[in-house]
């Protein structure tokens, strides 16, 4: 019933920007905030951003504090995440995901709805 689509990935050059986007599907009304996480091969999940679909609070990782910014649009059930100055540590696969819980938390364990994932590849 709940499904999380994400988009906009692609191959860009370090320094170019790229969008991505994640509509959402059959969400509940408990969902508090959705959050991007990314995954590089042989590397765990990592969290990258969050934003409460209430009051747009929002979290950013430390490594791309600057450089992507996560918004949403409540109508539509989208949240997007603009990354701009993209570095070659930052391609992997970009996940999206609910979470019913208030706050915004980095853990994988507190997201309970995930996309199926869009590929980011950035080459120097």
């Known amino acids: 019933q709940v499904q999380l689509v994400e988009s906009g990935g692609g191959m860009v050059q370090a320094g170019d920007s790229l969008r991505l986007s994640c509509t959402a599907s059959?969400?509940?009304?408990?969902?508090?905030?959705m959050g991007w996480f990314r995954q590089a091969p042989g590397k765990e999940r990592e969290f990258v951003a969050a934003?409460?679909?209430?009051?747009?609070?929002?979290r950013y990782a430390e490594s791309v504090k600057g450089r992507f910014a996560i918004s949403k649009d409540n109508a539509q059930k989208t949240v997007y995440l603009q990354m701009n100055s993209l570095k070659v540590a930052d391609s992997a696969v970009y996940y999206c995901?609910?979470?019913?819980?208030?706050?915004?938390?980095?853990?994988?364990?507190?997201?309970?709805?995930w996309g199926q994932g869009t590929q980011v590849t950035v080459v120097s």
């Open positions: 995901a609910s979470s019913q819980t208030r706050g915004l938390y980095v853990g994988v364990s507190t997201y309970n709805y």
């Open positions: 059959g969400l509940p009304l408990s969902s508090y905030a």
């Open positions: 934003i409460t679909w209430t009051s747009g609070s929002t």
